[in-house]
């Protein structure tokens, strides 16, 4: 009897090569969407005549939200990847859409949160993704079990990169 390895069998290497390109194409989808997602906040923008900040910053107010955080709680959620936060929030601050304070316990950190300019931006940005969730069911693109099962997917691949990174020495 000849033993051979299973990435010999040719079934096993064409599994392979069919998944490869599926994830590439999960890739190319991702980064897509975020370009995408940044282009339908600056038409939006456009729309109402908010025309003072980009659409990353719109983004960082959504997600500042109600909260008060710091430049590195903010970076450390890695929702702003190819972009610099700390000029964006010193830009936010300028504009008077968002309040900063030192913090009180490390006087090195800067605590920010929303202005009232700032939650008006951020009330925006909040309608627009509620009408996106009411078309996507209206026309029936996704369900509730659909998103839950991307979600799910996308979580595993963040976790399976995230070990990566952190076990790579």
């Known amino acids: 009897m000849v033993l051979h390895s299973r990435m010999d069998d040719p079934h096993l290497k064409s599994q392979q090569t069919a998944f490869v390109a599926s994830y590439l194409e999960v890739l190319t989808l991702v980064e897509r969407l975020h370009r995408l997602l940044l282009d339908v906040i600056k038409d939006e923008f456009e729309r109402v005549g908010v025309l003072e900040i980009n659409p990353v910053q719109a983004l960082l107010l959504f997600n500042v ?4 955080v710091t430049a590195g709680e903010l970076k450390s959620r890695g929702y702003y990847q190819g972009s610099n936060v700390s000029y964006n929030l010193k830009k936010l601050v300028q504009m008077g859409y968002m309040h900063h304070q030192r913090c009180e316990i490390d006087r090195r950190s800067v605590r920010v949160r929303l202005t009232e300019k700032g939650r008006e ?15 996507l069911i209206g026309r029936g693109a996704l369900d509730l079990e659909g998103l839950d099962t991307i979600n799910t997917s996308l979580r595993r691949v963040e976790r399976y990169w ?8």
């Open 121 to 135: 931006i951020r009330n925006i940005v909040g309608e627009l993704f509620d009408n996106h969730s009411a078309g």
């Open 162 to 169: 995230s070990d990566q990174i952190r076990y790579i020495y």
């Open 65 to 68: 939200g109600d909260n008060e």
